[in-house]
Structure formats: structure tokens, C-alpha cells
């Protein structure tokens, strides 16, 4: 629910921030007055029209007017056309030439300009041998991106704080929390509702002295007027307690409210959990939770892939399909979402909806182990100690029983005795663990 991946932050292009003197609406006319003036060399009027058809939603006409305004030196143009080039917009999709146009720019000291170059210093680019001449890949280089990042958020850039924040979080280690969380206050205190969303997410996934659960809730309850997202993720927080004691029936009624404003698909499947069994007071309808859910899969959601293998599973909403359930289970599996690689497993071992095979079982029961699903744990330890679908190795037994224990099966404090003695006897040492190291479950 709260990833923390690096967001490609959208940089208000400068079409909305430049005052024209034309109609501002999406349908209106260049005046002619104004593309003779573009057509004499008036780089102003070169500029105005590029803006004027961006409006009219004519991209290749924008494209060539900013061109030829970039040509003149105009830096707005030069920014707006390394967008173009950047996104592909009247232009066909060129990173080097966008990475030129806002080199341009950023000369110029526009900051939008320079927040693009320290995204792709921060990103590289990749060698485009089909271009003419052929194009030779520029490096990552994130010390320069970082140090352009520094310079915006010293100048109190809003974005930049942002995007620098977005770059730190991705990080597989955070260095420095306390940065994060400077970042995105000031973003914060200039009423970025993004920087509100961020923010409150960051204080969630913490699990050390940073998570703030209460303040997390006051960020997204402020967002909440103004993104759909947010609201999506206060309902969230109201469902799971965070914050506050948790409240079904709220938090039911935001997910639908937020789903009525704009399709969501996270709305979408949060919703369908409650229409699905009729909690929170909303009133159960299995035939549109299942519509619900299969509007959250198309869009990619592997929760509601794995659901709809769950209703088809039980004939809930749609036919009872074994098979059908097993290709759902199989997909949301390899999203690596845990209990779909768990029921895929147990489908395997079964033999449900597709050939039994207890090695490629014990494969899925291994990658769900790997996600800390507490059945997976006990499973995969029951059969590195019998020897069930892989060799028996009661050393690795132990260690996944124990695990098991850790995160509430029960189960596995019968087991662990015999793994234990047996582990003792056994010359067998486990083997290495590449993927994961194991550790109880603290969430």
C-alpha cells in the first residue's frame, strides 16, 4: 500500500505558467496576427503559438513552434521542447535530444530545466544506436544529479525537494531519515499535496523511532480534499487503526466516495473486499465485487488477480473453475504477491487445476517463504524435513520452523523437536540462502 519507489515526479510544464493574450480555451483559433508574427521570426509570438496549440492538443504543431523558438534562444522554449523530446510529444521519443534542449535551458538557470537534468543524471541514458549520428550512452551520474538537487532545494524549488526525497527513498538503504523528512517538511509547508501523500507515506513505512502514525493520518486527512490518492490512502489508514482506532464503516465509505470521483483501481479492490462480504456497512453484492475486482486486475493490481482466483476458486460471483483459478493464482504469483505463490503451491500439491507436481509445489511454497507467509514458512520447513517435492535437509527445516514459530503457526513448535534432533545427526549443513535472509516477521 505505501511503496517507496523513486516516482517520476511531473514537472508543471511551463505552458500553464506563461500569460497569453489568446483565449485560454482547449478549442480556440491561432489569430492570424499572431502566426504572421511567428512566421517573421517574432520569437515571443513563436513561443505563444507553440503554447496555443499545446492547449488545442495539436502536438506536432507545438513541437515545430517551440523548435523554432528554442532556435532563437528563447529559454522557456528550449525547457518546453526537451519535454517534448522527453515524452515523445509531437516528436518522436529522444532522450539526447531532450538532454540537450534542457542542458540549453538550465545555462540559463530556469530551475525546471535544471530538475530535469538531475533526473537524468540521476537515471543515465541509454545509447540509441538507430539515431542519426548514432547516440552513445550517457552514465548515471548521481553525485552531479545530487548536487543539482542540493542547489534546488537550497532555492526552496518545491519539486526538487520531492523528487530528491523520491531519489533517497529508493535507495536500498535510506542514509539519512532525517533528511527525508527536512525535504519534504518544507515541501510540506509550501502546501504540496504531494509532498503531503510522500511524506505520510514515508512516516508509515518506517517501523523505528521515525514512523508517526497520528501525523501521517493529519497529512493524508489534508490531502484528502485534493487527491483522490490521498483519499484512497486515509482510508487505508482508518481501515488498518493507524493513528487512531480503526473504523470500517469510514473507511468503506471513503473508498466508495473516492472510487465515485475517479476510477482507482487500489479503490477499486479495497472496495470490493467490503462489498464482497458486506462489512462496514456496506451492502454485500458478490456479482459487483467481482466486477470490482476485475476491473483492479486489468489494471494490474495482483491482490485482485489473486482474488479472482479466489472467487473462482469458490464460485463466488462466477463459475466455480479450478482450472480458471489456478491460471489467476499463477499470474498474481508471479507479481511475487505471497498468497498467490501460497495457493499456487497448494494447487500444484493438489493437483487442482493443473498437474500435480510437488518440486515446482515446493518451489512456490519456497517464494512465498520468502515474502514471511506464515503457512509458506510452515510448509517449506514440513517438507525440507520429509523430504517433500526437494531433498530432505533438516538443518534448512529448522531454520524455516522457526521462522514459522515466529510469525504465529503454532504448528511448528511440534515439529521443530524431531527437526532439531534430526539436524543434530545430519552431516548435512543448510544451504545458503541467496534470496532472503530469514527473520521474524515484526510487522
Known amino acids: 500500500m505505501y511503496p517507496h519507489l523513486l516516482k517520476a515526479v511531473k514537472v508543471a510544464i511551463l505552458f500553464s505558467a506563461v500569460s497569453l493574450s489568446g483565449a485560454d480555451s482547449a478549442s480556440e483559433n491561432l489569430p492570424q496576427n499572431l502566426l504572421d508574427r511567428a512566421r517573421s521570426g517574432d520569437v515571443q509570438a513563436q513561443l505563444e503559438a507553440g503554447f496555443s496549440f499545446y492547449r488545442q492538443n495539436q502536438p506536432i504543431k507545438a513541437a515545430y513552434w517551440f523548435a523554432a523558438a528554442a532556435r532563437a534562444g528563447s529559454t522557456a522554449a528550449q525547457y518546453n521542447l526537451g519535454r517534448c523530446y522527453m515524452e515523445g510529444y509531437g516528436v518522436k521519443k529522444d532522450l539526447h535530444q531532450a538532454w540537450e534542449y534542457f542542458q540549453q535551458a538550465a545555462n540559463q538557470k530556469l530551475p525546471e530545466a535544471e530538475l530535469m537534468l538531475a533526473k537524468l543524471y540521476l537515471s543515465g541514458i541509454a545509447a540509441n544506436p538507430d539515431a542519426v549520428p548514432p547516440r552513445a550512452a550517457i552514465a548515471a551520474d548521481e553525485a552531479a544529479g545530487v548536487r543539482l538537487l542540493e542547489k534546488l532545494s537550497q532555492a526552496k524549488f518545491t519539486e526538487a525537494n520531492i523528487v530528491y526525497a523520491g531519489y533517497l527513498i529508493s535507495r536500498r538503504k535510506t542514509p539519512s531519515p532525517e533528511k527525508v523528512i527536512e525535504l519534504l517538511d518544507a515541501a510540506v509547508q509550501a502546501n504540496s499535496t504531494a509532498g503531503e501523500i510522500m511524506l505520510a507515506d514515508f512516516l508509515l513505512s518506517r517501523k523505528d523511532k521515525f514512523r508517526d502514525e497520528k ?55 479495497q472496495l470490493a473486499n467490503y ?42 460471483g462466477m463459475k466455480q473453475d479450478a482450472d480458471a483459478a489456478f491460471k489467476y493464482f499463477f499470474q498474481s504469483a508471479q507479481k511475487n504477491y505471497a498468497p498467490a505463490q501460497f495457493a499456487t503451491a497448494e494447487a ?54 522457526e521462522q514459522a514459530l515466529a510469525n504465529g503457526m503454532n504448528e511448528a513448535a511440534l515439529l521443530l523437536p524431531e527437526a532439531r534432533k534430526r539436524a543434530a545427526k545430519s552431516s548435512i549443513l543448510p544451504r545458503e540462502l541467496p534470496e532472503f535472509k530469514l527473520r521474524p516477521n515484526k510487522q
Open 215 to 269: 501525523r501521517a493520518r493529519k497529512l493524508l486527512e489534508k490531502a484528502a480534499s485534493q487527491s483522490n490518492e490521498a483519499k484512497v490512502k486515509l482510508a487505508f489508514a482508518i481501515e488498518n487503526g493507524f493513528g487512531a482506532a480503526p473504523d470500517l464503516q469510514q473507511a468503506g465509505a471513503l473508498y466508495e466516495a473516492a472510487l465515485k470521483e475517479k476510477f482507482s483501481p487500489l479503490a477499486a479492490l
Open 275 to 316: 462489498v464482497l462480504t458486506g462489512r462496514g456497512g456496506i451492502t454485500q453484492d458478490i456479482p459487483y465485487a467481482v466486477e470490482l475486482y476485475t476491473r483492479a486486475a486489468e489494471a494490474g493490481l495482483p491482490e485482485a488477480i489473486y482474488q479472482l482466483g479466489e472467487c473462482s476458486r469458490l464460485g463466488l
Open 348 to 401: 500444484l500439491a493438489a493437483g487442482a487445476g493443473t498437474p500435480q507436481d510437488q518440486a515446482a509445489a515446493f518451489y512456490w511454497y519456497n517464494q512465498a517463504a520468502v515474502n514471511y507467509e506464515p503457512r509458506a514458512l510452515l510448509e517449506t520447513g514440513k517438507r525440507c524435513l520429509y523430504g517433500t517435492g526437494t531433498a530432505p535437509d533438516p538443518a534448512r527445516a529448522v531454520i524455516y520452523l
